[in-house]
């Protein structure tokens, strides 16, 4: 079934579960799920807004809601909303992995790695919390913390574009510059079109020829 019909089917579902809140919320979850995948964040956060007022106790309409704050640029809701979804549920690692993100997007380094030690401790072969975790220890001056978490990230989820262009980042902090340019070469053949890494590894050539 096509999105767009499987949302029409939401739309009926909604419209004839007025007498039933757990079936108006469920429809309300699927819905927002659905919008969320066609790109509509504003109409999907509408939908987890809606769900999460019909369940108060539910981590996941709060943590989709903050999710979708988040991608529309409201950090500070975002953070209220990811806080309710850890006190509901706190041993869910992809929520302290994702309020994290957006402690870093507000600045808050310091907070930003804790929330990922936390998903660490709860799911230790989380590769996107030791990515992220290397990129708050970049930003608090620990660039020998940041290889360490940026090598297990490549260990458990395989070489990726990010994860060696923050590699080359770090090895060029510690001066390791042939090391840094490698990897930024392997970067940019895994993502040829992304600029970012396009200048890092010009920075890095002309560091080289020095």
């Known amino acids: 079934m096509a999105p767009a019909s499987r949302i029409a089917s939401c739309d009926r579902l909604i419209a004839a579960a007025e007498g039933d809140p757990e079936l108006k919320f469920e429809a309300r979850m699927q819905r927002g799920l659905l919008r969320e995948k066609e790109g509509d964040i504003s109409a999907a956060l509408a939908d987890f807004e809606a769900a999460a007022q019909l369940d108060p106790e539910s981590a996941f309409a709060q943590f ?96 990726d574009a990010p994860v060696l262009a923050a590699t080359a980042r770090v090895l060029a902090i510690q001066g390791r510059i042939v090391e840094a340019r490698a990897m930024a070469e392997m970067a940019q053949r895994l993502a040829p079109g992304d600029a970012d890494i396009g200048i890092l590894l010009g920075e890095l050539k002309a560091r080289g020829e020095k």
């Not at 809601?65 to 549920?89: P, V």
């Not at 799911?123 to 913390?145: Q, V």
Request: a negative charge.
């Open 64 to 159: 989709n809601k903050a999710n979708m704050l988040a991608a529309s640029g409201q950090s500070e809701k975002a953070l209220d909303a990811y806080a309710r979804a850890i006190a509901i549920e706190p041993k869910d690692a992809d929520f302290y992995v994702n309020r994290g993100v957006t402690y870093r997007i507000v600045g808050d380094e310091r907070r930003a790695r804790q929330d990922f030690d936390s998903a660490i401790a709860l799911a230790p072969k989380h590769a996107d919390a030791y990515f992220n975790r290397a990129m708050s220890s970049i930003e608090l001056g620990s660039a020998a913390n940041a290889l360490e978490d940026l090598e297990v990230a490549r260990k458990l989820g395989g070489d």
